[in-house]
Each structure stands twice: as C-alpha cells, then as structure tokens.
C-alpha cells in the first residue's frame, strides 16, 4: 500500500507507549494496534486530530505517501 503509517516511530519520539495514547485519544488498544500495523483501511479526523494534539505533530509526521 502507498500509505505509510509512521505512529510507531513518532511514539517513540514522544516517549510514549501506544496504550498511552490510546487512552489520551479514547480509542481501544486493539484498534490502536490496526492503526499502529498500517491495516487500517481508514482513520477518521477527528482521530488524526486527536493523535497530532496527543504527540504534538502534523499529519505528515504520521502518514507518508511512498510510490509503489
């Protein structure tokens, strides 16, 4: 898929754990894991939102668009 999710790598800039901010940001732990993995078909705004305020970031931080 051209859509990179880099949530992983701006966690641990964050020094943050994923249960973090899965709790921060009011989502389950298992559909923080579908989102951390990159299966995640879609994410919400108000989600991409509530992440970039928890770790202080841009969408771009998170999401990556490389060619196949």
């Known amino acids: 898929m051209p859509i990179v ?4 790598i701006m966690l641990v800039k964050r ?3 994923s249960k973090e901010l899965a709790e ?3 989502i389950t ?3 923080m894991s ?3 993995s990159g299966k995640a078909k879609a994410i919400r705004f108000s989600t991409l939102e509530a992440i970039c305020k928890a ?3 841009q ?3 998170i999401l990556e ?4």
Not at 65 to 68: H, Q, R, T, Y
């Open 5 to 8: 999710v880099n949530l992983d």
């Open 15 to 17: 020094g943050m754990k």
């Open 59 to 61: 969408p771009s931080d």
């Open 55 to 57: 770790l202080d970031c």
């Open 34 to 36: 579908i989102l951390k």
């Open 65 to 68: 668009f490389v060619e196949e």
């Open 24 to 26: 921060i940001i009011d």
């Open 29 to 31: 732990p298992a559909n």
